[in-house]
């Protein structure tokens, strides 16, 4: 609702007592007609403007913070080549054997309960990431070269359209690989498979943090999960009990 301000009723309007009432219930009248047609349809920015440097369209906030994220409901797909900012993307239909070292930034507040790119909700606090040409969703490992930590990450948005960066990761992701406070951090992005559309998967993704400066490709220690040896031998199972291992899902792409 707008502001309230005062009505004031110039000397030549003031007279009798019905006059001043009529007045009084007319002001009311307006400032209830404004909220009536101006109602907040989300919780946010309505999300129609385009950003100024890349032109791309804010999506809408649907949930606060404190709100609860709705989880999966998305739609696979990879989607066709596009332009931000004269640069042109292709996306990738099949991704197995992508691995790419730069940048890595990450996203929180500003970007929390709003739409992403295949129909999900981002969640600051959930383990997701935005990368402009994998397949969405799907697991990549991303891997801090400072320190050696690494995860694997859902990527389920598209972005970033820097020059120098090859990913962006929520902020719980770089929490956990420890360069939240510095902003980026150099990274190594392994494609790994395609990940189900279906529910959360946040708790196996914490359980493949590494911190023992175990290279992306090699054995971890028995607590922390495996993805398996390839896309084709390892299959995930909507239906079987949850696995303790990462397993690709085998659901095909919608264009």
């Not at 890349?54 to 696979?76: A, F, H, W």
Request: with cysteine; net charge positive; hydrophobic share 35%.
């Amino acid at each position: 609702m707008a502001r309230s301000t005062l009505l004031r009723i110039p000397d030549s309007c003031r007279g009798p007592l019905p006059l001043r009432r009529l007045l009084a219930v007319s002001a009311i009248a307006l400032a209830t007609a404004n909220c009536s047609t101006n109602p907040q349809k989300f919780a946010g920015p309505a999300g129609n403007g385009l950003d100024p440097k890349y032109g791309v369209k804010t999506s809408p906030r649907l949930y606060n913070e404190g709100d609860v994220i709705p989880k999966g409901g998305g739609r696979r797909f990879s989607g066709k080549p596009y332009v931000v900012a004269g640069r042109t993307y292709v996306p990738k239909e099949d991704a197995r054997g992508y691995v790419r070292e730069g940048l890595a930034s990450w996203y929180g507040a500003a970007f929390h309960g709003r739409m992403t790119a295949n129909g999900e909700v981002f969640d600051r606090h959930s383990i997701a990431a935005a990368h402009p040409t994998l397949p969405l969703p799907s697991y990549v490992r991303v891997t801090n070269t400072a320190n050696g930590y690494s995860m694997v990450v859902r990527v389920n948005d598209r972005g970033p359209y820097h020059a120098d960066r090859v990913m962006d990761v929520s902020e719980e992701v770089a929490r956990a690989l420890e360069f939240h406070n510095k902003g980026t951090a150099h990274v190594r992005v392994a494609y790994l498979g395609k990940a189900s559309v279906a529910g959360s998967d946040d708790r196996k993704l914490l359980a493949t943090l590494r911190t023992d400066g175990v290279p992306a490709g090699g054995r971890a220690p028995v607590m922390v999960a495996d993805l398996g040896p390839s896309e084709e031998t390892e299959r995930f199972s909507r239906t079987a009990p949850a696995p303790l291992a990462f397993k690709p899902a085998p659901e095909r792409e919608e264009r």
